[in-house]
């Protein structure tokens, strides 16, 4: 409700803003303002359900189970085997009962939290179309903004994020903005980590990031896929060949962080030495 009222009286402002002006356009910076506040609300909104009301559903399930087995006696404990099976039992029920208040959680963030009744949708035409028409004669801080605020946007319902994610590879790849491709490479590390099986069959447009022409989007890139191969949320294949290439980038920071990677995967077992032929294969492709 606080949110709401923030983001309706921020709409309202800009929207006065308009009737002011002679020419019907709004300055740029208040349309950066307004989508980067839509956008920090989404994400908040999920932060706040898979934690913080998480946290509470399960605080007042188990005060109810303690009065109820306060009411019913059984609160005392037995070392007696029926009682210790029935501990395991009730170990069982409260495993099921937090994947059901996981699940209520899940259905709110699918189907409430972006429907038409909801403020939020408000701001969605908006925001996919800046990141449709984000061109060389935009606005480089209202594109960054747009961008980052579908993202967020993205991380609130896997069908919402599904249908929006051939937009932003596009954007990823084609963006003349290396702030954007930035922002992309992080927030597709988060949804990586949120959606695994949705950004899995995309896993190639994130390597290529790797050979990005811009310092930091490289940089950026190589941090992000060093901590979803070292968590195990990217499949490492051949494609591991783009990191290997970092060790003799120019910029030694970057080069630094490829041999902190490959350190760290030595860790795990014979991962390097099993990777060898596929990074040496691609390597020695000249379509590579």
């Known amino acids: 409700e606080i949110c709401a009222e923030l983001l309706q009286r921020c709409s309202q402002q800009v929207l006065q803003e308009l009737n002011n002006q002679e020419e019907s356009v709004i300055p740029a910076f208040l349309l950066t303002h307004l989508?980067?506040?839509?956008?920090?609300?989404?994400?908040?909104?999920?932060?706040?359900?898979?934690?913080?009301?998480?946290?509470?559903?399960?605080?007042?399930?188990?005060?109810?189970?303690?009065?109820?087995?306060?009411?019913?006696?059984?609160?005392?404990?037995?070392?007696?085997?029926g009682n210790e099976s029935m501990g395991e039992d009730m170990g069982l029920v409260g495993v099921s009962a937090d994947d059901a208040d996981a699940e209520l959680i899940q259905k709110i963030c699918e189907n409430e939290l972006l429907n038409t009744q909801q403020c939020l949708?408000?701001?969605?035409?908006?925001?996919?179309?800046?990141?449709?028409?984000?061109?060389?004669?935009?606005?480089?801080?209202?594109?960054?903004?747009?961008?980052l605020a579908l993202t967020k946007f993205m991380m609130i319902s896997s069908d919402f994020c599904d249908s929006h994610l051939r937009l932003i590879f596009t954007l990823l790849e084609k963006s003349s903005l290396p702030a954007v491709r930035s922002n992309i490479m992080i927030a597709l590390g988060d949804l990586s980590i949120r959606f695994p099986n949705l950004i899995e069959p995309w896993t190639p447009h994130l390597y290529a990031r790797l050979r990005d022409e811009s310092r930091e989007v490289r940089k950026t890139s190589a941090i992000v896929m060093t901590h979803l191969i070292l968590k195990d949320m990217v499949k490492?294949?051949?494609?591991?060949?783009?990191?290997?290439?970092?060790?003799?980038?120019?910029?030694q920071e970057i080069s630094s962080l490829a041999r902190n990677?490959?350190?760290?995967?030595?860790?795990?077992?014979?991962?390097?030495?099993?990777?060898?032929?596929?990074?040496?294969?691609?390597?020695?492709?000249?379509?590579?």
Do not use: W
């Not at 051949?238 to 120019?250: F, K, N």
């Open 35 to 81: 989508l980067s506040l839509a956008g920090d609300v989404a994400l908040h909104l999920v932060v706040h359900l898979e934690c913080t009301v998480s946290a509470e559903l399960r605080r007042h399930r188990l005060l109810k189970e303690e009065q109820e087995a306060e009411k019913l006696g059984k609160n005392k404990r037995r070392k007696s085997k």
């Open 236 to 251: 490492v294949k051949g494609q591991v060949s783009e990191m290997a290439v970092l060790l003799i980038d120019a910029d």
């Open 121 to 147: 949708s408000a701001f969605l035409p908006l925001v996919l179309k800046v990141c449709k028409n984000s061109g060389k004669d935009s606005d480089p801080a209202l594109c960054t903004a747009a961008t």
């Open 261 to 288: 990677f490959f350190t760290e995967l030595s860790n795990k077992g014979n991962a390097v030495y099993n990777l060898l032929p596929d990074i040496i294969s691609r390597l020695s492709d000249p379509d590579c």
